[in-house]
């Protein structure tokens, strides 16, 4: 399966299924989004780089394992159409390592597709609300007004492209199985 029908498959999964993927992204979104506001206020008056730099990263592993959660949740998409929330973090794990393996094309297709549609979400709206030398370096205590829009429009690109990622991730390492004759799970 070539990265450009992963990626189609993945869009017409998701239209199938938009309710119930969407409402756990949600889900898994609002509470990730904790982490991600707290990692922030810890640095909310400090302008040292460096400090956040480690709160980039704190971010990027909050976000990573929130998306390795969705994605194991999602595994049974594909076949069945259920979403199993038990062990899905080990089992999103397992499955991200299989599709960068299977097809890393199409991982990259959908890292690149889901990250340009987060960034539409979001640089405008974080731009605008809080100019652009706070949203390339670090916050030094932006108005509360502006925080909240930067925060918001965060919460909506992660729920917009979370289970596009996860899906892609689902149909690449489910091709492997379908290659090797025992269909996908």
Known sequence: MSAAAVVREALALLRRHAGRVYA???????????????????????PSVGHALLVDVVGFTTGLLAQLWLTGALTGLPGDGRLRPGGALGRGTAT??????????????????????S????????????????????????????????????????????????????????SSRSFAGKGRS
């Open 24 to 46: 756990l992204s949600l889900a898994v979104t609002l509470v990730n989004t904790v982490p991600d506001v707290l990692r922030q206020l810890l640095v909310y008056r400090d």
């Open 119 to 174: 960034a539409l979400l979001t640089v405008p709206a974080s731009v605008a609300a809080l100019g652009l030398e706070r949203v390339v370096g670090p916050l030094d205590a932006p108005p509360a007004a502006a925080f909240t829009v930067a925060t918001v429009s965060d919460v909506v690109a992660s729920w917009a492209t979370l289970p596009f990622l996860a899906v892609v991730l689902v149909l690449t390492a489910g």
């Open 96 to 117: 991200a390592l299989r599709a960068v393996r299977t097809l890393p094309a199409a991982v990259l297709a959908g890292v690149v597709l889901g990250g340009a549609v």
